[in-house]
């Protein structure tokens, strides 16, 4: 079946409406790809300007093409509470202005569910020249000699989370003692063998939590 949108016509008679109605319906019952409508509410069809944005609709949630900020045609939601999101971007789902919400997710053929409790939400790389030289989702400073203080980007609902700090000099100093101060801060020390204090060349830290 093949859609027609210039059916029914004006002019179409009520014994024929069955005849000529029917091939559209089934057209968007069987998503025959002659029918292609520029918006889909989930309640009812509404025909949109590919550039538009909708006008936001009580109880209902819009999909639709629209052109991006960088001209391409790419598929639109629009929630009853006017939040619009940008669902695919050249070729790929999701944009760089989506923001999503999982319980876990998956990668490739990878069978391993990872959430908030087993993934990586900040890191640093602090050298031998005693600046940060990469950093996602964190900072840190030198506070004195062997002392070190990270401050997370985002403050985590509770102090449950795990701080992993690896050494560069793992020959010569000790384990070094971590501790959790606040929701958003914790504290590196660091000695030698010898007990004292003592600043590295450089380590890395790893964050998790729950």
């Known amino acids: 079946m093949a859609f027609d949108k210039t059916q029914p016509k004006d002019t179409t008679k009520i014994r024929n409406l069955g005849t000529v109605i029917r091939p559209?319906?089934?057209?968007?019952?069987?998503?025959?790809?002659?029918?292609?409508?520029?918006?889909?509410?989930?309640q009812n069809r509404t025909a949109l300007g590919?550039?538009?944005?909708?006008?936001?609709?009580?109880?209902?949630?819009?999909?639709?093409?629209?052109?991006d900020a960088d001209a391409k045609k790419e598929l639109f939601c629009k929630s009853s509470a006017g939040t619009e999101q940008q669902l695919t971007s050249?070729?790929?789902?999701?944009?760089?202005?989506?923001?999503?919400?999982?319980?876990?997710?998956?990668?490739?053929?990878?069978?391993?569910d990872w959430g908030i409790n087993n993934i990586a939400a900040a890191g640093l790389r602090w050298t031998s020249a005693g600046v940060t030289s990469s950093a996602f989702g964190c900072t840190?400073?030198?506070?004195?000699?062997?002392?070190?203080?990270?401050?997370?980007?985002?403050?985590?609902?509770n102090t449950s989370y795990y701080p992993m700090v690896s050494l560069k000099e793992?020959?010569?100093?000790?384990?070094?003692?971590?501790?959790?101060?606040?929701?958003?801060?914790?504290?590196?020390?660091?000695r030698d063998k010898s007990d004292d204090k003592k600043d590295v060349g450089g380590f890395c830290v790893v964050f998790g939590g729950f």
């Open 140 to 157: 840190m400073v030198r506070v004195s000699t062997g002392h070190y203080r990270v401050t997370l980007t985002t403050v985590r609902a």
């Open 24 to 42: 559209n319906f089934l057209s968007i019952l069987e998503a025959d790809s002659s029918f292609k409508p520029y918006a889909i509410n989930l």
């Open 50 to 67: 590919v550039s538009n944005t909708p006008a936001t609709i009580s109880g209902s949630s819009i999909l639709y093409t629209r052109a």
């Open 90 to 112: 050249v070729g790929f789902i999701g944009s760089k202005t989506m923001k999503g919400k999982f319980a876990n997710i998956r990668f490739g053929t990878n069978t391993t």
């Open 170 to 190: 793992t020959t010569t100093m000790r384990a070094p003692f971590i501790e959790i101060t606040s929701t958003s801060q914790f504290e590196i020390y660091v």
